[in-house]
Structure formats: C-alpha cells, structure tokens
C-alpha cells in the first residue's frame, strides 16, 4: 500500500489536487501544448459561397433594419471556433447588408475594420466627415478610433464584407468604444477630397493636413477597384506570372510604403485563366473574397502524420479562409481575381512571420 500511494504518479496527482485552489499548476503537464513544434491551430480551412449566404443576408433584411441592428452582419464563423465570432484566432470577418434608405448609425472603435465591396453599388460609408461611394471591389479602411457610419442612397441592396481586428483587442483587452450620438456624421469635404490628397502619389503640404502622426494607418480611405484591377491587367500582360502567387499585388499605405493598417494586410491578385499554382504556407491566416472568375484552392494540414486536406471550388463573391500554416494551392479555370486580407503586419511586428513556398 505505501508502495503505491508514494508512486510518483500519486505523489504528483495529490501536489496538483493540492496546490489547485492556490491557483497554481505544472508547467511540464503542457509544455508542449504551449510551445508547439509547430503552429496546431484551431480554426480550420472553410468556404462561404455565396449562394448558400445571399439568402440568409436577404432574410436577415426582412427581420431586422440596420438601424435596429446598428450593424446587419452575418458573421463568418471558423467551424473551429464557433461561439468566438473569429474567423481566425485573431480576425472577424462577417457580410453586411444595407437595403435602399437604410442607415447604419455612427460610432467610432478602437478596432480597425476594412470594407470590401462585393454586391451592389450607392451605398457610401463617412468615415471622418467624409463620403466615399462604394462599388464593387472597392476596398475601405476605417482606422482605430475614426468616426463611420454608412448609408444606402440607391436603389440595390448593397453587400460587403467587414474585416476587423476584434479577436486580437480582446486578447489585448484594448477595446473601446462610443456612439456618436446622432445617427450620422455631419459631411466636411466632398467626396473624392481624401483621393485627390492621397490618391496620387503625392501628399498635401499644408501644414495642418491631417496625417496620421504614427503612420500606422493609411491617410487613404478608399482604394478604388478600377485602379487595382487596372494594374493586375497590365502586369498580366507585362510581367512574369508568379508560380505561386500569380499576379499578385500588396495594397499599401501612401505615407509610409507599410500596410495600409496597423493589424490588417490586404493583398489583390490576379489568377489568369488555367493557372495551376504551387503550395505555399505562412503564419498569417488569410482570408479571402473572390471578385472574378472561377477557381479552386487545395488546402492541407498535416496533423500528426495524416494529411487533411480541403478541396474548395470557388466562384463570385464566394469566401474562403486559410489558417496559419496550413498548405494551400490556388488554380483558376478563367481569369481570376482575388482580394484577400490577414494578420501579417502583427507577425511582422513581432518578428515571427515565416513563409515558405514549396514545390
Ligand atoms: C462595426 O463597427 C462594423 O462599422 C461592422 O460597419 C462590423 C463588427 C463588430 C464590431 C463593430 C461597421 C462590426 C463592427
């Protein structure tokens, strides 16, 4: 009997029973839970077509008005974290609907989020006393802390997809936020005034322009679709098609050549027609909205041994997310064009971004 109960299993068992209500534990029980060889992570590769959600938006439409709702979102949920509201561990991703006469009142966050436009065109979003129309394609930024509402002026029901930082402040605890008070900003500057002052490659030289001090966040809030598949195309025609990557293009913020936010990247890039890419992965996970085109994306992860893999055929406005580390190939049948946005300038910052591209 004593030779058992002083077994170093018992031994150990009874420490860890003991020490429990001091809220103390053993460190060698997950240690290699806590330092992984490599990235293990729960969200796993999935696909939204669009098919399957328009309706779910539309009804979603007739339930709620996006006043009540303050924003009508459908979350995309990662299968691996559902109840998180994450896409990833660190990112939400949702489609949000505003129908002809809606308003999505103002308020302002400590989260970034970026707008892509899929569906629909007239609706516009204020962000800091200025309107920018959206179209499809277009990609919008609203910085930490900004002022944003969006209204709908058209005729259409108008769908984007909102990509923001929210996981990652509340594992930092930063999240803050305030109603503005009325439902929407008064306007300061016409449109188009923040393009013509950020748009071109040049930078205002009055003193007082307001830039953001840090640069952590682009000066330029929308970077117009015509613009970027404008330059896909020429660098189709013009330059060497990447074997992994195809034509593949970073958005950038005009101040600094950095990201265009402080958490998110966000990447356009071009598949052309018969394009058969090699393997990739990197620790950002990345997700990504299908503008154009038709394509599948083969999505692996070896876990202990045995390979899972995920075949996703994707067409228009379908979404798909691929997690850290995991291997993914892209191939497109016609002319395919990609937006995608991940995690990538955290990793950079904290220095531990790998990629690696395989054969
Ligand atoms: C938000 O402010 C918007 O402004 C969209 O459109 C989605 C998800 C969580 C928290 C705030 C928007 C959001 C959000």
Avoid at 313 to 323: K, Q
Wanted: proline share 8%; net charge negative.
């Amino acid at each position: 009997m004593e030779a058992i109960v002083n077994h170093p299993t018992e031994l150990r068992a009874r420490l860890y029973a003991d020490m429990d209500p001091a809220n103390l534990t053993p460190l060698w029980e997950s240690l290699h839970a806590l330092v992984p060889r490599q990235p293990r992570s729960p969200s796993v590769p999935a696909l939204w077509r669009y098919d399957e959600v328009r309706p779910f938006l539309m009804r979603a439409g007739e339930v709620i008005t996006a006043e009540e709702a303050i924003r009508r979102v459908l979350i995309l949920e990662n299968p691996g974290l559902r109840g998180q509201s994450a896409i990833t561990q660190s990112l939400y991703a949702g489609l949000q609907l505003i129908l002809p006469g809606e308003v999505a009142p103002s308020h302002r966050h400590t989260a970034t989020a970026l707008r892509f436009v899929v569906e629909g065109e007239g609706a516009f979003t204020a962000v800091n006393g200025e309107r920018t129309t959206m179209r499809p394609g277009d990609f919008i930024i609203t910085p930490s802390w900004t002022w944003h509402d969006h209204g709908n002026e058209s005729d259409q029901p108008v769908v984007w997809l909102d990509a923001l930082d929210i996981p990652t402040l509340r594992l930092l605890d930063a999240g803050f936020a305030e109603d503005y008070g009325a439902a929407q900003q008064p306007v300061l500057r016409s449109e188009g005034s923040n393009f013509a002052r950020f748009g071109s490659n040049m930078a205002p030289m009055a003193h007082d322009a307001e830039t953001d001090p840090h640069g952590a966040t682009s000066p330029l809030f929308c970077y117009p679709y015509a613009r970027s598949r404008e330059a896909l195309a020429r660098l189709r025609r013009d330059a060497p098609v990447d074997p992994w990557d195809g034509v593949k293009l970073r958005y950038v913020n005009p101040a600094t050549g950095g990201w265009p936010t402080p958490t998110l990247a966000t990447f356009l890039q071009l598949l052309p027609a018969g394009f058969e890419g090699k393997a990739w992965r990197q620790t950002d996970g990345a997700v990504f909205s299908v503008v154009e085109g038709r394509g599948r994306a083969v999505i692996e992860r070896d876990v202990d041994g045995q390979v899972h893999r995920s075949v996703f055929e994707f067409g228009p406005r379908d979404h798909f997310v691929v997690p850290s580390w995991h291997c993914c190939r892209l191939a497109a049948s016609e002319d395919t064009v990609l937006f995608s946005f991940s995690d990538r300038p955290i990793h950079s910052a904290l220095g531990v971004l790998r990629q690696e591209r395989l054969d």
